[in-house]
């Protein structure tokens, strides 16, 4: 089944059966590996992708669902000429990560809550970022790029 989106800003045709899974289709058709695959149960937020303007874990989303929508991976946030996306900026000068397995997810999630709660407290910004897990950094770093990085994005 052909099914057409809009990935990053471009287009695309995917030609895939209607079950593969956004994450799938992301990672194996496109070769977009930046949104990993972490527990395909939708608990882990390692494969966050903004669908249409809200983030959206892709591991439990069929492909066929998401025809004719606009698509932002962790590669579509970057601007055309390198320079990263304040939230991008925010997690590496918070030092929001460690191992980096969870951070495309998160920072795309940080991405959607700093668009709707720009000005989230650090306990509202904990209870929004609750469905992407981190198993390295006790969270204290990735709270700090939040809110830094939801302060850059509304200068």
């Known amino acids: 089944m052909k099914t057409e989106l809009t990935v990053n800003g471009s287009a695309v045709e995917i030609d895939a059966p209607p079950n593969t899974l956004l994450v799938q289709a992301?990672?194996?058709h496109l070769q977009?590996?930046?949104t990993h695959v972490g527990c395909d149960t939708a608990q882990c937020g390692a494969c966050t992708v903004i669908v249409n303007g809200d983030a959206l874990k892709s591991c439990n989303v069929l492909l066929a669902?998401?025809?004719g929508k606009a698509i932002t991976t962790i590669e579509g946030?970057?601007?055309e000429d390198g320079?990263?996306?304040p939230m991008q900026q925010a997690f590496k000068e918070c030092h929001g990560l460690q191992c980096g397995f969870c951070t495309t997810?998160?920072?795309m999630s940080a991405v959607d809550l700093a668009n709707k709660?720009?000005?989230a407290s650090e306990r509202e910004i904990r209870e929004l970022l609750e469905g992407n897990l981190c198993r390295c950094t006790g969270y204290?770093?990735?709270v700090r790029a939040v809110q830094q990085g939801s302060a850059q994005m509304k200068a």
Do not use: F, K
Request: aromatic content about 0%; hydrophobic content about 45%; cysteine-free.
């Open 26 to 28: 992301l990672r194996e």
């Open 32 to 34: 977009l590996t930046g």
């Open 65 to 67: 669902q998401v025809a």
């Open 77 to 79: 946030l970057a601007a």
């Open 83 to 85: 320079t990263m996306h």
């Open 105 to 107: 997810g998160m920072v």
């Open 117 to 119: 709660h720009p000005d």
């Open 140 to 142: 204290q770093n990735i």
